[in-house]
């Protein structure tokens, strides 16, 4: 692949910007300066650097957020920043986007994606891909509240009845609130905060922890972000 259009596929701008990058030197591969923007490259497992920045070459983009709270999961939020300002701008112009949303408040691991068929497969209901959240609850869960949570729950305005695939109360937890580890295959809107309602208890903190086989990275700050290799690291080996 020649080098500017490798940069134009990975979001560096139009393909003249990608070109003139290139041309006044601000292109690296291996430390050295590239500035034939018709230079062939292997693009698999290149990393290359953009004014001093490495950046590792991606096919199609993946990647996994600490979602602070306080950021809408939208491209035009209305209130509060966009999740989608915490990214540098490659990545934006790439068009990445959420796979599904959280809300406003919520916390934790949030995907973003450039391959409409991965976030397809990732959301799709017939998927039943898991996903974790650990939940600060208002009131102390019961057993009866834990039953109903695993039996099925009806929402308000939704005749479907929603089920979790796992209840854990995981008691009290350091801010007062009263634990609950709850994994869903389903991803309706505000599911986790209309099943307790319907339970009669109330979500005051929301963090999710995993999404399919893959948990939050310990270590990747709240706002921080990281590429994931593959698919295989959300859903398994193929
Ligand atoms: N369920 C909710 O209620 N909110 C989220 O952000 C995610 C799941």
């Known amino acids: 692949m020649k080098l500017a259009q490798l940069l134009f596929s990975q979001g560096f701008g139009a393909r003249r910007e990608c070109e003139g990058l290139i041309a006044c030197g601000h292109v690296t591969i291996g430390g050295k300066?590239?500035?034939?923007?018709?230079?062939?490259?292997?693009?698999?497992?290149?990393?290359?650097?953009?004014?001093?920045?490495?950046?590792?070459?991606?096919?199609?983009?993946?990647?996994?957020?600490?979602?602070?709270?306080?950021?809408?999961?939208?491209?035009?939020?209305?209130?509060?920043?966009?999740?989608?300002?915490?990214?540098?701008?490659?990545?934006?112009?790439?068009?990445?986007?959420?796979?599904?949303?959280?809300?406003?408040?919520?916390?934790?691991?949030?995907?973003?994606?450039?391959?409409?068929?991965?976030?397809?497969?990732?959301?799709?209901?017939?998927?039943?891909?898991?996903?974790?959240?650990?939940?600060?609850?208002?009131?102390?869960?019961?057993?009866?509240?834990?039953?109903?949570?695993?039996?099925?729950?009806?929402?308000v305005d939704d005749p479907a009845t929603v089920k979790a695939a796992a209840a854990e109360p995981t008691g009290e937890r350091p801010d007062g609130l009263h634990g609950l580890r709850l994994t869903l295959t389903d991803g309706k809107y505000h599911q986790v905060k209309r099943m307790l309602a319907a339970v009669s208890n109330r979500v005051e903190r929301l963090h999710r922890s995993g999404f399919g086989e893959l948990t939050l990275p310990a270590d990747l700050a709240p706002g921080g972000w990281r590429w994931l290799d593959g698919p295989e690291a959300i859903l398994g080996p193929a």
């Open 33 to 155: 300066v590239v500035d034939d923007p018709f230079e062939d490259v292997q693009p698999e497992g290149l990393i290359f650097s953009v004014r001093g920045q490495a950046w590792p070459y991606h096919e199609k983009a993946l990647l996994v957020m600490n979602k602070p709270a306080g950021h809408e999961c939208s491209q035009k939020p209305k209130h509060h920043p966009s999740v989608y300002s915490l990214l540098p701008p490659p990545l934006r112009i790439r068009e990445v986007q959420t796979v599904g949303r959280l809300d406003e408040d919520t916390t934790g691991l949030l995907l973003f994606t450039d391959d409409g068929a991965l976030i397809h497969r990732l959301t799709s209901p017939k998927r039943h891909v898991r996903k974790v959240y650990e939940v600060g609850c208002k009131h102390p869960l019961d057993e009866e509240q834990v039953r109903r949570l695993l039996e099925g729950v009806k929402l």
